[in-house]
């Protein structure tokens, strides 16, 4: 009995490292592009002058190392999708979001395998994915970890993995107004959220499932909101678990419906922040959702997307391949 545990063990071991080394040999004779944005986190990247040599020694890859707008990013990463296998994201939630828009309009999602190693200053992405937030283990994922198809949010031509209507599209337009960037600018635009609106919407979701679980093919909502959380992610930046429900791969867009006001929303933020008041607010799941309303405030990863009266999400079920923490047995 003694033996054949031991032989088991060995057994295991030696599967386990054969697997490693063949990702490995795999992952380093593709052809790999990785996007730095050298501005990301208080410009962690210009300041921390080993990284980059940190990062071609342990990852053979073609470095784009570049100061840009969000659409030359976009261009870049869509560029970079035509010719390469891989292509690693450096940087913050805005980064990883701008190259996922470039592999997407590329229409090379299907061939493409995103990395992500961290250096901003929000990283929900990589949280909702469990990618370490250290650089050197986010670096050692990519060479060690498996890969796993993922589903994304699209709203009007954008992909996303959390979008928001309300109170935090206002908040993240202001910040973006001023443009005070990290957790300050954050809390100085927030200051505005006990004074903002509820605001009227009709909301259709479609091909969904209720909290009890009853699934339904139609279902038409009229609510006073303060705010409408659409996620497949779990977090806004910071650690914030705004969709404690959503998951990345279930085929559904995770919708969360405060219809609470902003003064209760401010007092009982330390609950929202750890997801536990979602609990008694309304929740579905759903494939597709149009709203419609006036001068409705819509922010997509950190992004303010503008103000419109009709807005419709769809999910795109395993949209994307992306390098994630190994789901061993």
């Not at 709203?155 to 206002?170: L, P, R």
């Not at 960037?181 to 259709?204: D, N, V």
């Not at 395993?318 to 061993?328: F, M, T």
Request: proline share 3%; glycine share 8%.
């Amino acid at each position: 009995m003694t033996r054949l545990v031991f032989d088991l063990n060995i057994s295991r071991c030696y599967k386990f490292k054969v697997r490693l080394r063949m990702n490995e040999n795999i992952f380093s004779s593709q052809e790999i592009s990785c996007i730095v944005n050298p501005q990301a986190a208080n410009k962690k990247w210009q300041r921390r002058k080993k990284l980059k040599g940190y990062l071609l020694k342990n990852l053979p890859c073609k470095i784009i190392d570049f100061q840009g707008s969000k659409e030359e990013t976009i261009e870049i990463a869509r560029k970079q999708s035509l010719t390469q296998k891989i292509i690693v994201a450096v940087g913050g939630d805005g980064t990883v979001a701008d190259v996922i828009q470039g592999i997407i309009e590329a229409r090379r999602e299907k061939d493409i395998i995103l990395g992500i190693v961290p250096f901003g200053s929000g990283n929900a992405f990589r949280k909702s994915l469990g990618i370490p937030k250290s650089i050197k283990k986010a670096i050692k994922l990519l060479k060690e970890g498996e890969t796993r198809e993922i589903d994304l949010i699209d709203i009007e031509g954008k992909v996303t993995g959390i979008a928001s209507i309300g109170a935090t599209a206002k908040v993240t337009q202001e910040k973006l107004q001023h443009n005070i960037q990290g957790f300050l600018g954050h809390i100085l635009a927030s200051r505005t959220m006990p004074s903002l609106p509820k605001t009227e919407q009709q909301i259709e979701l479609f091909d969904g499932i209720s909290d009890n679980g009853e699934h339904f093919d139609k279902k038409t909502l009229n609510l006073s909101l303060y705010e409408c959380v659409i996620g497949k992610t779990s977090y806004f930046g910071y650690s914030w678990k705004v969709a404690p429900k959503a998951k990345i791969d279930d085929g559904y867009l995770d919708i969360t419906l405060f219809e609470t006001s902003g003064l209760k929303y401010l007092l009982f933020f330390p609950l929202i922040y750890f997801g536990l008041y979602q609990k008694t607010q309304k929740h579905f799941k759903a494939k597709k959702m149009i709203v419609r309303g006036k001068d409705l405030p819509v922010q997509y990863n950190g992004e303010y997307l503008g103000m419109k009266d009709k807005f419709e999400f769809r999910v795109l079920p395993r949209a994307l391949k992306i390098i994630g923490p190994r789901n061993d047995k």
